[in-house]
């Protein structure tokens, strides 16, 4: 008897300890009307196009601009040999109007000084700027370790989230939206919301860089971290000259599956009572019913296939969820096989710090806090160097 009590207990405590698994999970390769998904012209003419219209209409949001005619670059200051004469920085001032006024922002590049056009990481920063992306380089952060970036033949770009929109609840009073959007009430539910103004900034950003000689427009990622983290995602599936999203820590509405059992991570209804300007005013309708809805995030993030995506996760970040961070890049991969690429190349939740970078879908899980740090970096990095950048 006391030792089946023993065996019970042990198998109790092996169930508590085992990762949990995701259930009833929306199927990523079954069209809306139930049909198989099973090509790559059906993903893309049918399956893609109706995720991507549910994605925008229930949860990012519409935007009414994308690239405005008035958009026009211009240096902010002279260029500038920095970094122990390893980068040249360039200052760039972006300005624009809409049928409501004008905005500008102004974002900083620092090119490795080389023969050949750079490959390119652009950040989406989201915490003061005077702190993580200083031109000057007086003050240094991991948050943009730019010197590193440089010394491994990558530029590093970076404009602040809150120079396109502000992050807090403006209806459509202020930044971007208020050029683009008729003062005062919101015309529908179905408007973006910041996170995809946001990532309509990286986009100006990226017209740049297609104009910039030194840059190999062909090759730039897009980071984020946490709310960072869910805009790069945004930017890459909204825009496809996006080679790469590295999405670091970026949870609920992110790359964080809602159909996992985690219950110390954020869910709908945390999310929407502290950010509901993050997303269109649709989203609120799935507050408490994600589970009954007919999408999950991993399919936000198939569709940047067969372009390559990085997911990471911290030790400590339980309101991020990890395992739910890296199911949904295991979930997300059937679309890189239609064509014929693989995406997280995975036999299970890793340790920390074993990276999973054989596909086309990187995951890592750094040990620590809630945070975008230099061992983070690096990792997009080796993948970028894996898949050519640099060659
Ligand atoms: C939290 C929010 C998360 C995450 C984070 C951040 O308060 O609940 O979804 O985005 O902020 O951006 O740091």
Same mark, same amino acid.
């Given at each position: 008897?006391?030792?089946?009590?023993?065996?019970?207990?042990?198998?109790?405590?092996?169930?508590?300890?085992?990762?949990?698994?995701?259930?009833?999970?929306?199927?990523?390769?079954?069209?809306?009307?139930?049909?198989?998904?099973?090509?790559?012209?059906?993903?893309?003419?049918?399956?893609?196009?109706?995720?991507?219209?549910?994605?925008?209409?229930?949860?990012?949001?519409?935007?009414?601009?994308?690239?405005?005619?008035?958009?026009?670059?211009?240096?902010?200051?002279?260029?500038?040999?920095?970094?122990?004469?390893?980068?040249?920085?360039?200052?760039?001032?972006?300005?624009?109007?809409?049928?409501?006024?004008?905005?500008?922002?102004?974002?900083?590049?620092?090119?490795?000084?080389?023969?050949?056009?750079?490959?390119?990481?652009?950040?989406?920063?989201?915490?003061?700027?005077?702190?993580?992306?200083?031109?000057?380089?007086?003050?240094?952060?991991?948050?943009?370790?730019?010197?590193?970036?440089?010394?491994?033949?990558?530029?590093?770009?970076?404009?602040?989230?809150?120079?396109?929109?502000?992050?807090?609840?403006?209806?459509?009073?202020?930044?971007?939206?208020?050029?683009?959007?008729?003062?005062?009430?919101?015309?529908?539910?179905?408007?973006?919301?910041?996170?995809?103004?946001?990532?309509?900034?990286?986009?100006?950003?990226?017209?740049?860089?297609?104009?910039?000689?030194?840059?190999?427009?062909?090759?730039?990622?897009?980071?984020? =971290?946490? /709310?960072? *983290? @869910?805009?790069? #995602?945004?930017?890459?599936?909204?825009? $496809?000259?996006?080679?790469? !999203?590295?999405?670091?820590?970026?949870?609920?509405?992110?790359?964080?599956?809602?159909?996992?059992?985690?219950?110390?991570?954020?869910?709908?209804?945390?999310?929407?009572?502290?950010?509901?300007?993050?997303?269109?005013?649709?989203?609120?309708?799935?507050?408490?019913?994600?589970?009954?809805?007919?999408?999950?995030?991993?399919?936000?993030?198939?569709?940047?296939?067969?372009?390559?995506?990085?997911?990471?996760?911290?030790?400590?970040?339980?309101?991020?969820?990890?395992?739910?961070?890296?199911?949904?890049?295991?979930?997300?991969?059937?679309?890189?096989?239609?064509?014929?690429?693989?995406?997280?190349?995975?036999?299970?939740?890793?340790?920390?710090?074993?990276?999973?970078?054989?596909?086309?879908?990187?995951? =890592?899980? /750094?040990? *620590? @806090?809630?945070? #975008?740090?230099?061992?983070?970096?690096? $990792?997009?990095?080796?993948? !970028?160097?894996?898949?050519?950048?640099?060659?």
């Amino acid at each position: 008897m006391e030792k089946l009590i023993a065996a019970s207990f042990a198998l109790a405590a092996l169930v508590a300890a085992a990762a949990p698994i995701p259930e009833n999970v929306p199927e990523l390769m079954t069209t809306f009307s139930g049909e198989k998904v099973t090509t790559r012209g059906q993903w893309e003419k049918v399956r893609a196009p109706e995720l991507l219209a549910e994605f925008t209409e229930e949860e990012y949001g519409r935007r009414p601009v994308e690239r405005p005619a008035s958009l026009s670059f211009e240096r902010a200051e002279p260029d500038a040999v920095m970094m122990d004469s390893k980068a040249v920085r360039k200052r760039i001032r972006v300005t624009y109007a809409g049928p409501y006024g004008g905005g500008k922002f102004t974002f900083t590049a620092f090119i490795p000084r080389q023969e050949k056009p750079a490959p390119a990481f652009l950040l989406i920063c989201n915490r003061p700027p005077d702190e993580n992306i200083d031109p000057t380089r007086r003050r240094k952060s991991e948050f943009w370790p730019a010197e590193e970036i440089v010394s491994r033949g990558y530029a590093a770009i970076s404009f602040w989230n809150g120079d396109i929109a502000p992050d807090w609840n403006t209806g459509n009073r202020q930044g971007v939206f208020a050029c683009f959007e008729e003062p005062g009430r919101r015309k529908s539910h179905a408007l973006w919301g910041t996170l995809s103004a946001w990532a309509w900034g990286a986009s100006r950003v990226m017209d740049w860089i297609e104009t910039e000689p030194l840059l190999d427009a062909r090759h730039v990622a897009v980071v984020g =971290h946490s /709310r960072g *983290g @869910k805009t790069a #995602l945004v930017a890459a599936v909204y825009d $496809r000259r996006f080679a790469m !999203a590295c999405s670091n820590d970026s949870g609920c509405s992110g790359a964080k599956l809602n159909h996992i059992d985690l219950p110390k991570s954020e869910h709908l209804s945390a999310i929407v009572r502290s950010f509901p300007y993050w997303f269109c005013a649709n989203y609120i309708a799935h507050v408490n019913a994600e589970l009954e809805w007919r999408v999950d995030q991993h399919e936000f993030i198939a569709l940047i296939a067969p372009r390559l995506v990085c997911i990471a996760s911290a030790t400590e970040d339980m309101w991020a969820g990890q395992e739910g961070e890296y199911w949904s890049g295991a979930l997300a991969s059937p679309a890189w096989e239609l064509y014929g690429l693989k995406g997280l190349v995975s036999d299970g939740f890793p340790p920390p710090e074993r990276p999973l970078q054989d596909g086309c879908i990187s995951y =890592h899980l /750094r040990v *620590g @806090k809630h945070n #975008l740090t230099l061992y983070d970096w690096n $990792r997009y990095m080796d993948f !970028a160097d894996r898949h050519g950048w640099r060659d």
